[in-house]
């Protein structure tokens, strides 16, 4: 059962890289079907979400996705396995941060990528590189 999960979390992962999002989503549904509070597939649906929502033209129903995609990435970092996915964490923190920058939720962006950054840089050096960046530009804003 457990490799039968993995093995659609790598398969979810593949299809986001080949920018086959619904593929996916159906792949990650399936496995929250069975673990609901699964941070993987929580963060995959997540990417799912805000990579899909690049492709809405329309303000309204784009800033919606942004907000889902939120609420995905601290779904995913709330059940992230404290020691195990840390990583994930700090890349939902990092991810959610961008999102919520862009909607100009200044104030909740450099929250995320405080949480992002008090991770440290031994859970994903990239994630909390990109962190501190982003966070020094908010603060010259």
Same mark, same amino acid.
């Given at each position: 059962? !457990? /490799? /039968? +999960?993995?093995?659609? $979390? &790598?398969?979810? @992962?593949?299809?986001? !890289? *080949?920018?086959?999002? @619904?593929?996916?989503r159906a792949a990650l549904q399936s496995v929250l079907k069975e673990?609901?509070?699964?941070?993987? *597939?929580?963060?995959? /649906?997540?990417? &799912?979400?805000? #990579?899909?929502a690049s492709q809405i033209s329309d303000t309204d129903r784009l800033g919606e996705e942004l907000y889902a995609a939120v609420e995905l990435y601290k779904q995913a970092a709330d059940n992230a396995s404290a020691d195990a996915e840390k990583w994930l964490?700090?890349?939902?923190?990092l991810s959610a941060g961008k999102i919520l920058a862009? +909607?100009?939720?200044? *104030? @909740?962006? $450099?929250?995320?990528?405080? !949480?992002?950054i008090g991770l440290g840089e031994g859970a994903d050096k990239a994630a909390y590189a990109?962190? !501190? #960046?982003? #966070?020094? #530009? $908010?603060?010259?804003?």
């Open positions: 059962m !457990l /490799m /039968m +999960l993995q093995f659609r $979390l &790598v398969q979810a @992962d593949q299809l986001i !890289l *080949a920018r086959r999002y @619904d593929e996916a673990r609901p509070n699964n941070a993987r *597939a929580l963060f995959g /649906m997540a990417e &799912v979400t805000s #990579k899909k964490k700090q890349r939902s923190y862009f +909607l100009g939720q200044n *104030a @909740d962006a $450099l929250a995320a990528f405080e !949480l992002a990109e962190a !501190l #960046k982003e #966070k020094a #530009k $908010l603060g010259s804003n």
